[in-house]
């Protein structure tokens, strides 16, 4: 079965400073695929940034990192320099055989100026 | 581009009352998802299809709902009856074939009295 867990309901960071947004997934596919997402309060969902499972570079997009760990199977978002509109929900999501998808939990991100 | 359009926005309707939700995918893509949001359950994949073939519809929760792809730029999710807790959030996605990457729409909000 396939499984996506973020552990922290909540984190707090100072506007101009990195943060690092926990993920840890669980599958017995070979070839998978994980992504963050963010959901700000308006309620869309904007897609950031996507690390395939036979990628060997961590993949990177602007601001966003995803540090990715395949032996531990950790699929963290790093967001550096953070700005006040980074303020939002961000999920972690993980595509298996096929395209099924599914989304963990979700972290509160608060950006303080 | 024009993003993934669904419509209405927002729902209320009475218990018992059938609900139809609409998407229309970004054109040229091939595949669409259908997800639901909820406090208790997050986001959850309902069906998705490819080439307007439904190809997993192991999360429609139950013959109440219903899903249909006519055409290539149009879909629908049906609800009958509808029920208070299928209050939620519904989402629709798109992608292109060959890509990773699911765009999602809006949202319809969903509210069952």
């Known amino acids: 079965a396939q499984k996506i867990t973020q552990t922290q309901p909540g984190m707090f960071v100072q506007e101009k400073e990195a943060v690092t947004l926990d993920c840890t997934y669980d599958?017995?596919?070979?070839?998978?695929?994980l992504f963050w997402y963010k959901q700000p309060s308006s309620g869309e969902m904007i897609f950031l940034i996507y690390?395939?499972?036979?990628?060997?570079q961590n993949a990177t997009e602007g601001r966003y990192s995803l540090n990715f760990q395949k032996a531990r199977k950790s699929a963290n978002l790093v967001i550096s320099a953070s700005q006040l509109g980074d303020s939002a929900m961000y999920f972690c999501?993980?595509?298996?055989?096929?395209?099924?998808?599914?989304f963990g939990a979700g972290t509160r991100l608060f950006v303080k100026a | 581009d024009a993003g993934v359009i669904q419509s209405p926005r927002h729902e209320v309707t009475e218990m018992g009352q059938e609900v139809t939700l609409r998407c229309k995918p970004i054109?040229?893509?091939?595949?669409l998802f259908w997800y639901r949001q909820t406090m208790m359950r997050g986001l959850e994949l309902l069906i998705y299809?490819?080439?307007?073939?439904?190809?997993?519809d192991s999360g429609m929760p139950e013959d109440r709902f219903s899903a249909k792809m006519p055409n290539a730029s149009f879909s629908t999710l049906k609800i009958q009856p509808s029920e208070p807790r299928d209050s939620a959030v519904y989402f629709c996605?798109?992608?292109?074939?060959?890509?990773?990457?699911?765009?999602f729409g809006p949202g319809t909000r969903l509210l069952v009295l």
């Open positions: 599958t017995s596919d070979q070839s998978y695929g």
């Open positions: 299809f490819n080439n307007n073939v439904p190809i997993d």
């Open positions: 999501a993980m595509r298996g055989g096929g395209f099924k998808t599914i």
């Open positions: 054109s040229g893509h091939d595949y």
């Open positions: 690390q395939g499972s036979y990628d060997e």
């Open positions: 996605a798109s992608k292109a074939g060959g890509r990773e990457t699911q765009y």
